[in-house]
């Protein structure tokens, strides 16, 4: 079992990161360049850290950047880390990691749905909660929940107000 | 939908196709399973998701901070406190607030009672899987009277509302307590007696659920599978004991750990589960230090906090349940992601692990390993 400390030694040893944070007990945040995320997810697995429990994306609209967020956790060291990088809004393309975890290519479709995010490799990208969606992803800034009312559905009156 | 039987190789003109849900009764909600069938046996499966999505996160980006709390609780009617928990304890994660002991005690003692109520009504959902209602309406019976109390100490029976940044709403009565104390004393001797006999002594349900919906440790681990599921395969992790949290640290209680890792063992681990809640809630009402129960974090509708993120999780009567959450400083959430405990269960579980599995299993399978659609559909 490694304390917080001997793990962001470990990782500054071993992998390239730009930042690693202690956020708070038990809780690491580890930002990588685009190309190091792969390979240090994968050195990261074969430490112990095989546990993922999502991926999250984050639309980071003043950047023009959206964030990754794959959060792992290790039953030995009992941690927690979020491993992010960053990726271009307006590519919005990364690479999959369904051969490290193959339960990760229902998040990126996840993703996919909400923030039009293609993961290269995961060929399966059809819609998985959405259905027939042709607007902006919903989840990005960007989508303007009201104006998108508006412009699909007819407001009906009700008890004489509109 | 896509053409199911893409890239199957297997004959076509044996297989049948079915579609099972998103309106059935076996599915627990919404949510269809469409799979392919050779017999009486599933070929290749698919989950069929999304009949429940609302939206949630993107309404809560939407939304000042407290006003979420009313909006969590609904992501999955199963787990309304953990939800309410976790949305807190992310909150407060990022603005380094320090919640009161009692406020901490009371949480634990709410987390502890929705376990019971998710357990005992799991339990009759499975028996209902299964064709035994007279079990299913003495589950819904059992879970009513911890409504009872739910409602007196809350005002709401199923969304509490309760557990919110900074602590809880207010305080519970002493006789509140007692009359918690006299509900456990009379699920531990009558109820759970009863339900032993009805359930667990009933050779249809031994016939059933033994070796049915089998997911080994490998699997488990590899697909991120936490909670029950999971220690039904021997291993012993809980989020009470990996990352303490509310008032975990402070009581003696035991992670019942099964090695069959079958419908029946996980059905076995949540009778015990619910032991060691009541033993949790007797320990906590009987330590609970005075003193406030919230802290005041000024205007309600101007709650602020920094900028930062967290991702905080809390166990759930299911497992790992995880919210990321990440501030920008203003008035509202900038982004709150949820990780239902069922998620890679629910969608490439089915894909993967289904397979195999009798059609007349099928509810058992979904039952057994807790399938919440609503918490992936969010």
Avoid at chain 2, 109 to 122: C, G, P, V, Y
């Amino acid at each position: 079992m490694k304390t917080e400390n001997e793990v962001i030694k470990l990782i500054k040893e071993k992998l390239n990161p730009l930042e690693v944070n202690k956020l708070r007990a038990q809780n690491l945040a580890v930002k990588l360049e685009n190309e190091e995320l792969v390979s240090s997810l994968n050195y990261l697995k074969s430490k112990g850290y095989s546990h993922l429990a999502t991926i999250s994306c984050v639309d980071w609209i003043e950047d023009n950047e959206f964030e990754l967020v794959y959060h792992l956790f290790s039953y030995e060291d009992k941690i927690n880390i979020s491993v992010k990088t960053r990726i271009d809004r307006k590519k919005s393309k990364f690479v999959t990691i369904k051969n490290l975890w193959a339960v990760a290519q229902y998040y990126e479709r996840d993703i996919h749905d909400f923030f039009g995010v293609e993961f290269e490799g995961n060929d399966d990208m059809e819609e998985l909660i959405l259905e027939n969606w042709n607007d902006t992803p919903p989840m990005r800034k960007d989508f303007k929940t009201r104006d998108y009312v508006n412009e699909k559905f007819e407001w009906r009156e009700y008890h004489g107000q509109k | 939908m896509k053409n199911l039987n893409g890239g199957n190789t297997m004959d076509k003109s044996k297989m049948t196709e079915m579609f099972f849900g998103p309106n059935h009764p076996g599915v627990p909600g919404n949510y269809g399973i469409n799979y392919f069938y050779e017999g009486d046996t599933v070929v290749s499966a698919e989950p069929n998701a999304g009949h429940l999505h609302r939206g949630f996160e993107k309404l809560m980006e939407e939304r000042e901070w407290i006003k979420n709390t009313a909006l969590v609780c609904r992501i999955c009617v199963m787990e309304p406190d953990i939800n309410e928990m976790v949305y807190a304890m992310g909150y407060e994660a990022i603005g380094e607030i320090e919640v009161p002991k009692r406020a901490q005690y009371i949480r634990s003692i709410i987390l502890e009672m929705a376990r019971i109520q998710a357990h005992i009504f799991s339990i009759g959902g499975n028996c209902g899987a299964i064709g035994l209602y007279t079990a299913m309406h003495w589950g819904v019976l059992a879970r009513d009277y911890i409504l009872d109390l739910f409602e007196e100490i809350t005002g709401g029976r199923v969304y509490h509302i309760y557990i919110r940044p900074g602590g809880v709403r207010h305080d519970i009565e002493t006789s509140t307590f007692q009359k918690l104390l006299d509900l456990l004393d009379d699920l531990e001797k009558n109820r759970m007696p009863e339900f032993e006999k009805l359930i667990f002594e009933n050779p249809t349900a031994q016939k059933r659920w033994k070796s049915t919906a089998v997911l080994n440790q490998e699997d488990a681990l590899r697909l991120g599978v936490t909670g029950p599921t999971l220690r039904a395969t021997g291993l012993e992790h809980d989020v009470r004991k990996l990352m303490p949290y509310g008032a975990y640290d402070e009581v003696d209680f035991e992670i019942p750990t099964g090695n069959n890792a079958d419908a029946w063992t996980r059905m076995k681990l949540k009778r015990d589960e619910i032991f060691q809640s009541i033993n949790i809630i007797r320990q906590l009402i009987k330590n609970i230090p005075d003193g406030p129960v919230s802290v005041n974090l000024g205007n309600a509708l101007k709650y602020r906090i920094p900028k930062g993120e967290a991702y905080v999780k809390v166990e759930s009567g299911r497992g790992e349940y995880g919210y990321y959450m990440v501030s920008d400083g203003s008035l509202k959430p900038y982004r709150v992601h949820v990780r239902g405990t069922s998620t890679p269960l629910g969608l490439y579980g089915v894909e993967a692990l289904l397979p195999g599995t009798r059609i007349e299993d099928v509810p058992v399978w979904a039952h057994s390993l807790g399938i919440c659609p609503p918490e992936f559909d969010r």
